[in-house]
């Protein structure tokens, strides 16, 4: 009997270890000045994945990034740049749909070098 509750959870096992899809992904990212989206829009760009483009600069950077995290920007990881503590929040936004998954994404943080950093450069716009 043990064989057979093998057999019948290998499908299970391969379907959990299978990664998601890098299908087209497009979102608009936004960051502003402030600890919310209501402060001074700094800047606005598009980035598409697969295939890459849109008005991102650094656009095969940012999604390499976004395909180490499954597509979820909460899951970015850090690039381990040293910044200092000064507290001048900044606000980032994502929008769109990629992954097999929507984005609506928000997040502040302490700094400009701290939301490269910790966005492995995806909100280096």
Same mark, same amino acid.
Request: hydrophobic content about 35%; charged content about 15%; aromatic content about 10%.
């Given at each position: 009997?043990?064989?057979?509750? !093998? !057999?019948?959870? =290998?499908?299970?096992?391969?379907?959990?270890?299978?990664?998601? @899809?890098?299908?087209?992904?497009?979102?608009?990212?936004? !960051? =502003?000045?402030?600890?919310?989206?209501s402060g001074q829009r700094l800047s606005q760009v598009?980035?598409?994945?697969?295939?890459?483009?849109? @008005?991102?600069p650094h656009s095969a950077q940012a999604c390499s990034?976004?395909?180490?995290?499954? %597509? =979820?920007?909460d899951k970015l990881s850090s690039n381990g740049a040293?910044? /200092?503590?000064?507290?001048?929040?900044? @606000?980032?936004?994502?929008? %769109?749909?990629?992954?097999?998954?929507?984005?609506?994404? @928000?997040? /502040?943080?302490?700094?400009?070098?701290?939301?490269?950093?910790?966005?492995? %450069?995806?909100?280096?716009?």
């Open positions: 009997m043990k064989s057979l509750s !093998i !057999i019948l959870l =290998y499908p299970l096992v391969l379907e959990a270890a299978t990664p998601p @899809t890098k299908g087209p992904a497009h979102y608009t990212l936004a !960051i =502003y000045s402030g600890s919310s989206p598009v980035l598409d994945c697969h295939p890459m483009g849109g @008005t991102h990034a976004l395909d180490k995290a499954n %597509g =979820y920007f040293f910044c /200092t503590d000064n507290f001048e929040p900044i @606000t980032a936004t994502a929008e %769109g749909n990629g992954y097999g998954h929507p984005t609506h994404f @928000t997040k /502040t943080y302490s700094n400009r070098c701290a939301l490269v950093s910790e966005s492995d %450069g995806v909100f280096d716009i």
